[in-house]
């Protein structure tokens, strides 16, 4: 609470500090601005989350070791903010940071509302380290936004967070290059990982078909090294819509190669499905008998 206009300030001043006998408003239970970190200054002014036009806020889908690469992106409008939508099926730690010329401000929030965490870039990279994230699921939130707000200009934005505990190997059928599972969705921010490695050399299809026409499946595979190998970490496969199977073809695929699998559904929808991973069929050879 701020004091009334008529408050009386101290004059008794310290040997050495000057006291400004005109001030009148008294700053409480506030650090001096000097003394203020960078981080707390750079946690005022940020929009809520979720973020709203003329802001963009974009789903992040991290690989199996809860990272996401994103060297591209861009800040196009003077002013504006680049919030990202993240979250882990796990709890444990997250960081967060940009790299490239242009000076960014980094906030992140622990749910919707204003940020818990913010820094303020002293070059071209910000970060935030040691986030702890709950084993809630919840859906967590990252902003970006120039320090200079008439700049525009890329970076590059780097998540570090918490690797799949669970990943399911996809049960291969006897006899034959067809790798499958069936589970389901269960609730929003649920995701599933699977694994398999390819039998033979050549194409293979990847595909997740949901038995629950209120599933709108998205599907992401990444490489051994968390390269996304089909959709983008922020673009899965996502053509068909509710209840629709999701394929995507592999070419050129060598034999012992491992691919995770990650599939979602959009927005809030659940149901159960099944995942497919298909190479080329296995060809009996006859043997003659002289």
């Given at each position: 609470m701020l004091p009334s206009s008529?408050?009386?300030?101290?004059?008794?001043?310290?040997?050495?500090?000057?006291?400004?006998?005109?001030?009148?408003?008294?700053?409480?239970?506030?650090?001096?601005?000097?003394?203020?970190?960078?981080?707390?200054?750079?946690?005022?002014?940020?929009?809520?989350?979720?973020?709203?036009?003329?802001?963009?806020?974009?789903?992040?889908?991290?690989?199996?070791?809860?990272?996401?690469?994103?060297?591209?992106?861009?800040?196009?409008?003077?002013?504006?903010?680049?919030?990202?939508?993240?979250?882990?099926?796990?709890?444990?730690?997250?960081?967060?940071?940009?790299?490239?010329?242009?000076?960014?401000?980094?906030?992140?929030?622990?749910?919707?509302?204003?940020?818990?965490?913010?820094?303020?870039?002293?070059?071209?990279?910000?970060?935030?380290?040691?986030?702890?994230?709950?084993?809630?699921?919840?859906?967590?939130?990252?902003?970006v936004r120039a320090q200079d707000p008439a700049a525009t200009g890329t970076y590059a934005l780097y998540i570090r967070g918490v690797g799949q505990n669970v990943v399911r190997p996809l049960n291969r059928a006897p006899k034959a290059n067809t790798f499958s599972s069936r589970t389901a969705v269960t609730g929003v921010n649920d995701t599933d990982f699977f694994s398999f490695t390819t039998s033979v050399t050549g194409t293979w299809t990847i595909s997740v078909k949901p038995e629950d026409n209120d599933l709108n499946a998205t599907l992401n595979v990444f490489d051994s090294a968390g390269n996304p190998v089909v959709g983008t970490f922020t673009r899965p496969v996502d053509a068909a819509g509710n209840g629709g199977n999701e394929i995507f073809t592999l070419t050129n695929v060598r034999a012992d190669t491992t691919y995770y699998v990650r599939v979602d559904g959009l927005g809030d929808s659940t149901g159960f499905y099944r995942v497919y991973a298909r190479g080329a069929p296995v060809v009996a050879t006859k043997v003659r008998r002289r």
């Open positions: 008529d408050a009386r300030v101290s004059t008794d001043e310290p040997r050495g500090v000057r006291c400004d006998k005109t001030r009148t408003t008294l700053r409480q239970n506030r650090l001096p601005m000097a003394m203020e970190s960078l981080e707390q200054r750079a946690l005022f002014s940020w929009p809520n989350a979720p973020f709203d036009t003329p802001n963009v806020q974009e789903v992040i889908y991290v690989n199996q070791r809860g990272n996401a690469d994103l060297p591209g992106e861009k800040i196009s409008s003077p002013g504006a903010v680049h919030g990202y939508e993240v979250s882990f099926d796990d709890d444990g730690r997250l960081s967060i940071y940009t790299r490239g010329s242009l000076r960014i401000e980094l906030a992140f929030y622990n749910g919707p509302g204003q940020p818990t965490r913010a820094n303020a870039a002293r070059s071209g990279n910000s970060s935030i380290k040691n986030l702890y994230v709950g084993p809630d699921k919840d859906t967590l939130y990252v902003a």
